[in-house]
């Protein structure tokens, strides 16, 4: 057990106290909520970094932090859906994408081909985390007298990530058919 593997498991201990908190979507629980997502989503970035910068990458850190991610991102997603803040339809492409992903990472582990998640996938994950905490407030700010909707900014954002979900998915299978057919 080591400090990234701890925070991957603090990601996924946080995610009932996200639905506890969100389960009520006013103003004040929907910031909780918010900040228990962006929070969650921090030891993300935190426990890759400090698992390459110490030399603390383990085969159960490989498995946890994407298991960690994908739950934290199905659960924010659902939570969305249920109260009409996201559409199902992206919901389905970002989580459908997630779920492939794994089969076919797994599959070729299996095989022992490794495929590495690239900067599209990356940037797909960090416009997911922002979206998702925008989508969550879901109301305007007004600073400096300008109105800032939360709600269409997540959106907006929460679509560039589906549109990245699909392009780093062709990519996935892509690099998982080249490496297969070397094999053969």
Do not use: C
């Amino acid at each position: 057990m080591n400090l990234p593997n701890i925070l991957s498991i603090l990601r996924i201990i946080l995610i009932p106290l996200f639905i506890i908190f969100f389960s009520d979507p006013t103003v004040s629980r929907s910031q909780w909520a918010a900040f228990i997502f962006a929070i969650a989503s921090v030891t993300d970035w935190f426990d890759g970094y400090i698992a390459r910068k110490w030399g603390q990458v383990t085969l159960s850190g490989k498995f946890l932090d994407p298991v960690a991610d994908k739950l934290l991102v199905m659960s924010a997603l659902i939570m969305l859906v249920e109260i009409n803040r996201v559409s199902s339809w992206i919901a389905i492409i970002i989580i459908g994408r997630e779920l492939a992903i794994t089969g076919l990472r797994a599959i070729a582990s299996s095989v022992g081909v490794v495929i590495a998640a690239k900067e599209m996938g990356k940037y797909k994950t960090i416009m997911q985390m922002f979206s998702i905490t925008f989508l969550i407030l879901g109301y305007s700010v007004y600073p400096a007298g300008r109105q800032i909707d939360l709600h269409l900014l997540g959106t907006v954002g929460l679509w560039a990530a589906a549109l990245l979900s699909v392009i780093s998915a062709f990519d996935y299978f892509y690099r998982f058919w080249n490496n297969i057919a070397q094999l053969k």
